[in-house]
């Protein structure tokens, strides 16, 4: 694969690897983009929504890790993925965007309830 030099043939562990070393980055992003947007939004105000958000995107990324680390082990081609690890990737794509949507409800419930200032 050009620039990233991966093997797009057979499994590269290089992949998870990558995905691995640059969780913290996205984590940070997060973070920060959900505190501007909090400005913007009354249900992303509360501190522990945010972390709770962003604990929920540090375990589904943890989930990404474990399934690009399962794919290269097993020697597949981080582009052609066979069923097991598609499907893998969905359940954890799925519980995380479930568990979001959960924490967003109730955050968006809460600031409902309360009194307009």
Known sequence: ???TGWNLAGGDIRVPHFIGLH???FLLLLAVVLSVLAA???WLRDDRVRARLVGIAAAGYTGLFAVTTWQALRGQSVVDPDA?????LLVVLAATG???V???RRALRRTA????R
């Open 40 to 42: 913007r939004r009354a």
């Open 102 to 104: 959960v924490v967003a």
């Open 84 to 88: 097991a690890t598609a499907a893998a």
């Open 98 to 100: 479930a568990a979001a």
């Open 113 to 116: 309830a309360r009194p307009q």
């Open 23 to 25: 969780g913290i980055h």
């Open 1 to 3: 694969m050009p620039i």
